[in-house]
């Protein structure tokens, strides 16, 4: 069991669920590329690479594809995510209509970090 009650299958379950919520969300949204970054950009070592991509480059190049690495056993899960604060302020001023991905970000956040309801969005 995790520390939420959760079996580890049900809460890898949950995680990839909203991942795969976030990729249709940023597709949606018309954020998804069909190209990746330079490699320069990718090699980032700041946080959520903010000094080389916006936050919707790092959720798919770097973010998507290193939690499905994890989830498919190829490393450990992080005990806490705080991705949510941040993308809040990245679309402060955006002309889209983010509250969806922001509402999958904080779902994300809280399963991961065990704060949860035990509900993933539908």
């Not at 995790?2 to 954020?31: C, F, M, N, P, W």
């Not at 190829?74 to 983010?98: K, V």
Request: charged share 20%; net charge negative; glycine share 6%.
């Amino acid at each position: 069991m995790t520390r939420a009650g959760y079996s580890s299958v049900d809460h890898y379950r949950s995680l990839r669920q909203i991942l795969v919520k976030i990729e249709a969300e940023l597709k949606g949204l018309q954020l998804w590329e069909a190209e990746p970054p330079p490699p320069t950009a990718l090699a980032s070592t700041l946080p959520f690479c903010y000094d080389t991509l916006g936050l919707h480059q790092w959720l798919q190049w770097r973010f998507l594809p290193k939690m499905h690495r994890i989830l498919l056993g190829h490393g450990s899960l992080p005990g806490e995510s705080a991705i949510f604060p941040y993308a809040l302020d990245c679309f402060r001023e955006s002309e889209q209509d983010p509250n969806e991905l922001l509402f999958l970000l904080r779902s994300f956040d809280e399963l991961l970090s065990g704060k949860e309801d035990n509900s993933t969005p539908q």
